[in-house]
């Protein structure tokens, strides 16, 4: 079992930047997969970022790369995601999920509980 919790939603405005992190317990955090998803007012859950185990093998929905950059800190049992240069449209709860492996293949087993952004025009 995973639990995961994030932090570091908040209030901005376009263009600022944001930097999210979720804390993993119950499992040796470098063994699993660690990705970001989001879901605005609406819509479906969608896949923003993935970086596997080790951390070498990182991976981006087309509308955030370049502006986004997941890392981790296998010490720490965290995962991050710096948002950079946001938009109105970037607004969600932002979603931390740990995939059943190192490598992100099929869909993650444990999910956080979400942590809302909101970017003001």
């Known amino acids: 079992q995973v639990q995961l919790v994030e932090s570091g939603g908040g209030l901005v405005q376009a263009g600022d930047s944001l930097r999210l992190s979720c804390a993993a317990s119950?499992?040796?955090?470098?063994?699993?997969?660690m990705g970001w998803f989001r879901q605005a007012p609406g819509k479906e859950r969608e896949f923003v970022a993935v970086i596997s185990g080790s951390g070498g093998m990182k991976n981006y929905a087309g509308s955030v790369k370049g502006r986004f950059t997941i890392s981790r800190d296998n010490n720490k049992n965290t995962v991050y995601l710096q948002m950079n240069s946001l938009k109105p449209e970037d607004t969600a709860v932002y979603y931390c999920a740990a995939y059943r492996n190192a490598l992100p293949t099929g869909v993650p087993g444990y999910w956080g509980q979400g942590t809302q952004v909101t970017v003001s025009s």
């Open positions: 119950g499992r040796t955090f470098s063994l699993y997969a």
